[in-house]
């Protein structure tokens, strides 16, 4: 695997917080990352600067996480070949249905890959899924934690079957 | 007035039709303009090109109008101190909600002027009230505008009693 | 630039501390406004005696925020040639979609330019950026915001990367 | 009952159509009434004037019918103490929502008495029950309405039973 | 006036905090009033012989309040001529939407005057609105009170450019 | 099984087009149903009485679809201990989400085991669902429908593959 | 009736206090019932197994309870001929919009039968009605609930006139 | 690059023609795909069976479209560690906001790559961006077809430009 796959943009620092679900994956599975923080409207030529320089620095998959009319995955991925996973932020009154609608109603031509309201896990994971087809260790720890999903769940069953009997 | 105060940029050629009421608008006021075709994810340079230039070619205003995750009017605002007026189209599955929202919700710093959905004649008047604060003639013209409105109104109201009573 | 060009019209006084951030923006700005209380439902005769005598006092631009069906901007902009930015306000059950839709959706002829929800510090850049046309030294200290925005930006940036690397 | 003591005002003649069905109903009842255009926006002075001097030519029930952002039944609630019946009219992009909210999320102190969208029959109905607390004749005929419906729903349901048994 | 011309039915015991506003209005206006818990769904009976010995009993003017899937109100106005306002309580996950929509989008033939969420006060005037159309004291009340909020915010702008200033 | 076991009401004659998918599937079943008109407005004492009587006259399961502000199931169920099936119709401006809202968010107490918008045939599949629970020939016909649909899947998939390779 | 006659899978651990309004209900109606811990997602072949086999173990109906993209009663649905209720829980940023459409939308040929968002008790109400078809104790049971909330609602009836007269 | 890397599945035959946008992207890209009908309800297992074999057969990206309660893409993603890309497809009556959101919003563990409302162009893209982390052929061709867009638009820009000056 290269050195550094994964390039995360947050719109804010405040966003930190709720990325490190996501983080906390990446570590999990041995996948490095680079994390920065850029913005579509306050700083566009640095936001355009890291989209169009991504792929020549080794990177293979771009996460941007943003709230409101939440931009910055559509704008980077204006100016990459690469594919960028895009998650709304609730941060706002519209409960993240703004930077849902902003996000995952892209353009023809330039998509983006939406995963759910503040879910940064997933993100990641879908992360993982698109390196997985090229790095066959990541697919088998991918599989691993499917397996290890489908264990808590019979665990928690019987927990709660006993409890319940 | 300066030649060309207002600058227009469409997502679309197919977004033409739906300016034109706008445009029409701007032609009885006498207030010149450039009509182009941009995209902040199709071609973002020559939009960032087009924002980053707009003042000093004398442009005062500018109207971007865009449907789906519409965020033209946002990234124009990113490279420009002018004001920024944004029409969400409604072409897409979701009625211009989209659109409206991808617009109108900006992270603090960079507004946009929203006006309502398909709403090219409004962002023109709008773009006339700004240029107003400045140029007497266009306010005037402005004025005698809103009385036709009230005249007109009276004349619907003249027909409409004479023929109900 | 005249003495006091920014009208800003409350629905209510509750609404004061959401608006704090758009009164310092425009205080750091260095431009002056007026603040009052207004209703276009409650004291509509004072609304639109507002309205009207707005731009013989030098008023150059308009900002109402209201809540619910938010109607305050659109009756002040019934009234006057001055550009009129709306705020939305979230107080009430729906999150302020109600305000925005109101404010957003103007008939043809009299159009409000529409911030984000509860957005007053988007809707004193915007009365920046209008009159930043007329005045040039309005625009110098725009452009330095967006400067300080791209430099807090990189200080961020800076900061997050030496934290994670 | 007074003459006229019903008041109809519409934002545009292109309402006609939509407002009939709701006429038929005012016509059957045997209540006369005025029908005019009116706007909260392209001609407010009209408007007020129309809404303070209603109570004074013997007006009892006022209906307002606007879309978009339908503030005409709110703005002549501000101006009369008579009950103001608001139809939200659904064109535009956004089916009607745009205009049920405007109505119906009134600020405290003046409300608006708000039917379904496009629903100027149950306008008129409503309008004639709150005639009918002072009007005896028309109580009888709302009742006379009342049990009209039932009896067509016996006959339809007369009519679908012997087709299908 | 009657000796109590308004009945006010509430889904729930839980809907009383929430009422108190209205019926606030209702004392100062001395206009007195019936107020009792009814249910659509688990005592329809009862509902059902409210609405109908409504009227026999004096009634003039019905406010029903309800929350979620808000069917008392319509279920009210079927069984009696008299005017029915329904009050959408926000009591739920949608945020009051719910209700909104069970109330306001009545069939053809049984309309409810629908006020804002959670708007007991409004639902108060406008029964007052109503009664005023019979009972001239009630209208020379309100239009104190539409006197009275003119003054209060003439108040409140006075404190306000006074601090301001 | 009883004779008919299913009663389908609907709000209005005009539904009968959008009832007839859900009609096929009980005829295919061999599930026989008195199908009739009610309206929880317009006649709710009739509605009340179908309600009441159904269980006594051997009736199972109750399928009500009406439109709007769509109380019919909900009347229904307040008077009878049966499963009622609500299906909201589209026919209004809303795209039948006031129907669902009305039927789906039922206060406590009182369940309207909701389908989809417009979904006749899910109606008429759930109460064979709840039949087969107590007659056996029912299941076994609902599992040689669920083995059918498998099979055509199958048969479709084997002409697109064919076509496509 | 049957030993256990109703099978409740909920999507997660956390979802167990929402659960217990229903499960009480379902005590006082003396039917019992398995609880348990399914995912469509992260076990899919223990949910499938699930629904396959539990008609043979004699349960006749079932109950599924999820959040955000709540596909586990559809999924469940597509393997069992018995009929299933699907609760769409609010836990999200949605407010359980994403669940109720998740659910309640089913495609052609297999419904859910939905009821309201985090309604647990109505759920089991529903469940209990479906049983009451086949079991006569569970009618009689439900009739006596439904007298229960009539009396209940006499009863605050009769505390809140005495303490308002 | 593998014989055939995509696979494509669609809830229903009648979504083909929606389809073919991307079928047409995918053909000029010459990456290879299969396209096959599933259906989460009405045949899970095939669905399973798909989803569980892809890897082995060497499929590298799933697409997967289907509107309403669109469960399909959800389910297969239960069953492959490959990334899914889902197309929420319009066809109901709530304008596809209903199967946006069963995409989207999946639980934590298995996510989906939503793209926008019928996007099948961009769901094809997304593919072949995610192909180009480990083909350096589909790199190229994408940054050409980047590189078409531009020349379009300038094209178009050209051609409007001399039109209107």
Redesign the interface.
């Given at each position: 695997m290269v050195k550094t796959p994964v390039l995360i943009l947050l719109?804010s620092?405040s966003d930190?917080p709720l990325m490190q679900d996501g983080l906390d994956f990446l570590k999990e599975m041995g996948v490095t990352f680079v994390?920065?923080?850029?913005?579509?409207?306050?700083?566009?030529?640095?936001t355009?600067a890291y989209a169009k320089s991504a792929?020549e620095k080794g990177i293979?998959?771009i996460i941007a996480g943003?709230?409101?009319?939440a931009?910055l995955p559509?704008?980077i991925?204006?100016?990459t070949?690469?594919?960028?996973?895009g998650i709304p932020l609730?941060g706002?009154?519209?409960?993240?249905?703004?930077a849902?609608?902003?996000?995952?109603?892209?353009?023809?031509?330039?998509?983006?890959?939406?995963?759910?309201?503040?879910?940064s896990?997933?993100?990641c994971?879908?992360a993982c899924?698109?390196?997985?087809?090229?790095y066959d260790e990541v697919?088998v720890k991918?599989?691993e934690?499917?397996e290890k999903?489908?264990r808590?769940?019979?665990e928690?069953?019987r927990r709660?079957?006993s409890r319940?009997e």
């Open positions: 719109g620092e930190m994390l920065d923080i850029a913005s579509a409207h306050r700083h566009p030529e640095k355009a792929r293979e998959v943003a709230g409101l009319a931009h559509g704008v991925a204006a100016h070949p690469l594919p960028v996973i609730k706002g009154a519209l409960l993240g249905m703004d849902l609608l902003s996000m995952v109603q892209m353009p023809k031509g330039v998509p983006v890959a939406t995963v759910g309201i503040d879910a896990r997933n993100a994971i879908l899924e698109i390196l997985s087809i090229k697919r991918l599989e934690m499917k999903m489908r808590e769940i019979d928690k069953s709660l079957r319940t």
